[in-house]
């Protein structure tokens, strides 16, 4: 049964980096084929796919944030991370790391973590 | 971008009776070389992260009870939750998957008329 968990900080000031890890345990991150995925919810709003990194490294964002995320994998760890720099007010959400059902990123996610809160704060 | 509209935003029902959810997508999400249909389904309770239930439109996740049902093709999609039960109160959210970036309903309300 795979789990995800993410950490990271709960408040972060305007115009800083966030950054939030990603914790993946039973299986490993580079093996299986699986992309993992980055999700966030604003409070109280809906979902907002952000990213994924595949088994191997390669990146995908949604170009419509900006450029403005990173995301990595530290194979080592079994983990897969996530950098927002210059955060505004509007970064303020609940932050999702979920695995993909299927291997080669097929896009529905089965496993999520819990989630963590981000706030921005000015 | 894809866009994922649903109705409706909010949706009461007797307990034991049918719930339909209906979702839109701005262009087709079917794939004709392999005749799927590239929408997902979630459940998301509160202070809980989204629950895969149907997935290629119709397919249900396994463990998720029959009473979840999901149907359409092309740009109409349609979850069905039959003889509805406490639990089943929960936002719902489409997402289409048949390309990047993935996006999703605004998400529907089902409460218990």
């Known amino acids: 049964q795979v789990q995800l968990q993410e950490s990271g900080p709960g408040l972060v000031k305007a115009s800083q980096t966030l950054s939030l890890t990603c914790t993946v345990s039973g299986g490993s991150i580079s093996s299986g084929g699986y992309y993992w995925n980055w999700i966030r919810q604003p409070p109280g709003k809906g979902l907002e796919w952000i990213g994924f990194?595949?088994?191997?490294?390669?990146?995908i964002y949604n170009p419509s944030l900006k450029s403005r995320f990173t995301i990595s994998l530290d194979t080592s760890k079994n983990q897969f991370s996530l950098s927002l720099n210059s955060v505004t007010a509007a970064d303020t959400a609940v932050y999702f790391c979920?695995?993909?059902?299927?291997?080669?990123?097929?896009?529905?996610?089965?496993?999520w973590g819990q989630g963590t809160l981000v706030t921005v704060s000015s | 971008d894809i866009v994922m509209t649903q109705s409706p935003d909010s949706l009461a029902v007797s307990l034991g009776e049918r719930a339909t959810i209906n979702c839109k997508s701005s262009q087709s999400v079917l794939h004709s070389p392999n005749n799927k249909n590239y929408v997902t389904w979630y459940q998301q309770k509160p202070g809980q992260p989204p629950k895969l239930l149907i997935y290629w439109a119709s397919t249900r996740e396994s463990g998720v009870p029959d009473r979840f049902s999901g149907s359409g093709s092309g740009t109409d999609f349609t979850l069905t939750i039959s003889g509805l039960q406490a639990e089943d109160v929960a936002v719902y959210y489409c997402q289409q998957f048949y390309n990047t970036p993935y996006t999703f309903g605004q998400g529907t309300k089902l409460e218990i008329k």
């Open positions: 990194i595949s088994y191997s490294g390669n990146t």
């Open positions: 979920a695995k993909d059902k299927d291997a080669s990123g097929v896009g529905t996610f089965d496993y």
